[in-house]
């Protein structure tokens, strides 16, 4: 893996890190389908312009229009409505360790894709990182009013549709298709899609009410990480390789669960260290395979 991939990968996993601090911020004085619906939208109408001016065309193949809708449904409809709805149910050091899983399910739909067989130890980290995963989940000591089980299991859903894209989004990387025009084109014809609906759906009140702060944490996700983190990520997985540029996303927690102590004041338990510890090990465990 050459340095500029590797620094384009690292830059866009601690953006991504602190997606969920970001929304948890958002979603304190917007509402989650408020906060799912701009930061597509906002997203959407910062790079339909970009496209134009940079002329990016979209893919003339069908298969590469196949993956460009995939990756862009996946990534900027339904795994933001999902996320957002899920983190303004549960706490952010939950949505964020959760998240931690990305790797392995990336690599996961990556291999089911190719038809490829998983060695033992990638199925043994699996097992470890998800029994994690549901020690995390099924907290009964957990405070109700940070976490709840349906948030979690919401969150753990849109991980999914959020594999799934960046798997759709690397194949038409490396298909030859640029990661500007997978990003910019993505979640601006969704963004497009979206807009005729938004009247319909948007709390104008509640938004005008909404102080700075809530509105930085959607903007860091609309255009942070909609933006700048999908461009560098596409383009990592792309050109380094999505098994081998995954395994950086393991770091993705780190910076998630530094912001949601000093920002939120979210606490550390010691059920959540045994879990998150767990999740780490069967992550890392799991790309040992690789």
Same mark, same amino acid.
Request: hydrophobic share 60%; with cysteine; net charge positive.
């Given at each position: 893996? $050459?340095?500029?991939?590797?620094? !384009?990968?690292?830059?866009?996993?601690?953006?991504?890190?602190? $997606?969920?601090?970001?929304?948890?911020?958002?979603?304190?004085?917007?509402?989650?389908?408020?906060?799912?619906?701009?930061?597509?939208?906002?997203?959407?109408?910062?790079?339909?312009?970009?496209?134009?001016?940079?002329?990016?065309?979209?893919?003339?193949? /069908?298969?590469?229009?196949?993956?460009? &809708?995939?990756?862009?449904?996946?990534?900027?409809?339904?795994?933001? =409505?999902?996320?957002?709805?899920?983190?303004?149910?549960?706490?952010?050091?939950?949505?964020?360790?959760?998240?931690?899983?990305?790797?392995?399910?990336?690599? !996961?739909?990556?291999? !089911?894709?190719?038809?490829?067989?998983?060695?033992?130890?990638?199925?043994?980290?699996?097992?470890? &990182? #998800?029994?994690?995963?549901?020690?995390?989940?099924?907290?009964?000591?957990?405070?109700?009013?940070?976490? $709840?089980?349906?948030?979690?299991?919401?969150?753990?859903?849109?991980?999914? #549709? &959020?594999?799934?894209?960046?798997?759709?989004?690397?194949?038409?990387?490396?298909?030859?298709?640029?990661?500007?025009?997978?990003?910019?084109?993505? /979640?601006? =014809?969704?963004?497009?899609? *979206? *807009?005729?609906?938004?009247?319909?759906?948007?709390?104008?009140?509640?938004?005008? !009410?909404?102080?700075?702060?809530?509105?930085?944490? =959607?903007?860091?996700?609309?255009?942070?990480?909609?933006? /700048?983190?999908?461009?560098?990520?596409?383009?990592?997985?792309?050109?380094?390789?999505?098994?081998?540029?995954?395994?950086?996303?393991? =770091?993705?927690?780190?910076?998630?669960?530094?912001?949601?102590? #000093?920002?939120?004041?979210?606490?550390?338990?010691?059920? #959540?260290?045994?879990?998150?510890? *767990?999740?780490?090990?069967? /992550?890392?465990?799991?790309?040992?395979?690789?």
């Amino acid at each position: 893996m $050459s340095w500029i991939v590797f620094v !384009a990968a690292l830059g866009a996993v601690i953006i991504f890190g602190g $997606s969920a601090v970001a929304t948890k911020v958002a979603v304190s004085a917007i509402s989650a389908i408020d906060v799912a619906l701009l930061r597509t939208i906002i997203g959407g109408l910062v790079a339909i312009p970009l496209t134009l001016a940079l002329h990016i065309r979209l893919p003339d193949r /069908v298969r590469q229009k196949w993956l460009l &809708a995939l990756s862009g449904f996946s990534g900027f409809i339904a795994f933001p =409505l999902l996320f957002t709805l899920g983190v303004s149910l549960t706490s952010a050091n939950h949505a964020t360790m959760i998240l931690a899983i990305l790797p392995v399910l990336t690599g !996961a739909i990556a291999m !089911a894709w190719d038809r490829q067989r998983p060695k033992l130890i990638w199925w043994s980290g699996c097992a470890l &990182a #998800f029994s994690g995963e549901t020690l995390l989940i099924y907290d009964p000591s957990a405070d109700s009013t940070l976490a $709840s089980i349906d948030g979690d299991l919401l969150v753990a859903i849109s991980t999914l #549709f &959020a594999s799934l894209g960046y798997v759709a989004g690397a194949r038409l990387q490396r298909s030859g298709y640029s990661a500007r025009g997978t990003t910019f084109w993505g /979640v601006g =014809l969704f963004a497009l899609l *979206l *807009l005729p609906v938004a009247p319909l759906l948007l709390d104008f009140e509640g938004l005008q !009410a909404a102080g700075g702060y809530a509105w930085s944490g =959607l903007i860091y996700q609309a255009i942070g990480v909609t933006i /700048v983190a999908y461009i560098l990520w596409y383009w990592a997985l792309g050109t380094g390789g999505i098994a081998r540029v995954g395994l950086l996303q393991f =770091l993705q927690p780190v910076s998630g669960v530094i912001l949601a102590f #000093f920002i939120l004041s979210e606490q550390l338990s010691l059920r #959540f260290l045994t879990a998150s510890t *767990l999740v780490m090990l069967g /992550v890392i465990l799991a790309f040992r395979s690789k």
